[in-house]
């Protein structure tokens, strides 16, 4: 059974930092790109960063450029997003989702003072 299981959320105030962190099971991990999308109360979903199998290519929203890193540990197949100088506009559920849309739970981010 495919599974990805989001932690690492929560209540961060403006210019707080948060790392992300996604455990992948039930596939060959190493083998995917993988991404993280986020939907903010009453909006779509909102792609936020891709990175490749091997964690070599990194892409990024220009809304989150600078501020937050992607990176992927094969050996423990978990994904993981840090997020720096965070905003209020960062609000949101994020989700890891594989390259063909499989996607967990979610974990809540709120940056709020």
């Known amino acids: 059974e495919v599974q990805l299981v989001e932690s690492g959320g929560g209540l961060v105030q403006p210019g707080g930092s948060l790392r992300l962190s996604c455990e992948a099971s039930?596939?060959?991990?190493?083998?995917?790109?993988m991404k993280w999308v986020r939907q903010a109360p009453g909006k779509g979903a909102e792609w936020v960063s891709t990175?490749?199998?091997?964690?070599?290519?990194?892409t990024y929203a220009t809304s989150v450029k600078g501020r937050f890193t992607i990176s992927r540990d094969n050996a423990k197949n978990t994904l993981y997003l840090r997020m720096n100088n965070l905003k209020p506009e960062d609000t949101a559920v994020y989700y890891c989702a594989t390259s063909d849309g499989f996607r967990g739970q979610g974990t809540q981010v709120t940056v709020s003072s």
């Open positions: 039930g596939f060959r991990f190493s083998g995917y790109t």
């Open positions: 990175i490749n199998s091997g964690g070599e290519r990194t």
